[in-house]
């Protein structure tokens, strides 16, 4: 089984509905990592090629995620868009994608893990 890990981040505000300080608007520069796993590998000896998946990373980031406001954004008008539930979205979201990768067998999305700051982090994994 082979195991690819790919970071990058996003600045975004949010506010935390019903949180007692992080309840007004506010920002951060979200970092972020995936993990992706197969077994099989390509022609050239790639599970992915690292510029594909940075290439789905800019889509996210740019049409959901950066320079936003997440409590804007569908998935985090009924839930609060903290770390925990960032994970989950980015997660699921990825999976589609990388559910059958160029024909090469499964390529599945291990985990996300999201800082909000330096110190604090929060993965999301189905297992």
């Not at 996003?10 to 949180?19: D, K, M, N, P, S």
């Not at 992915?48 to 990373?57: A, I, M, N, W, Y």
């Not at 925990?84 to 390529?107: D, H, W």
């Amino acid at each position: 089984m082979y195991q690819l890990a790919v970071k990058s981040h996003f600045c975004a505000a949010h506010h935390l509905r019903g949180h007692p300080t992080c309840g007004t608007t506010h920002g951060h520069t979200f970092f972020y990592e995936i993990c992706l796993s197969g077994e099989k590998l390509d022609k050239l000896g790639m599970l992915v090629d690292f510029v594909e998946v940075k290439s789905v990373l800019k889509v996210l980031e740019t049409d959901w995620l950066d320079h936003t406001n997440l409590n804007d954004k569908t998935p985090f008008q009924k839930v609060n868009p903290t770390a925990e539930n960032l994970s989950s979205f980015i997660y699921k979201y990825l999976k589609n994608i990388f559910i059958n990768y160029m024909g090469i067998g499964v390529v599945e999305v291990k985990s996300v893990t999201v800082w909000e700051s330096p110190e604090c982090a929060v993965t999301y994994s189905e297992e």
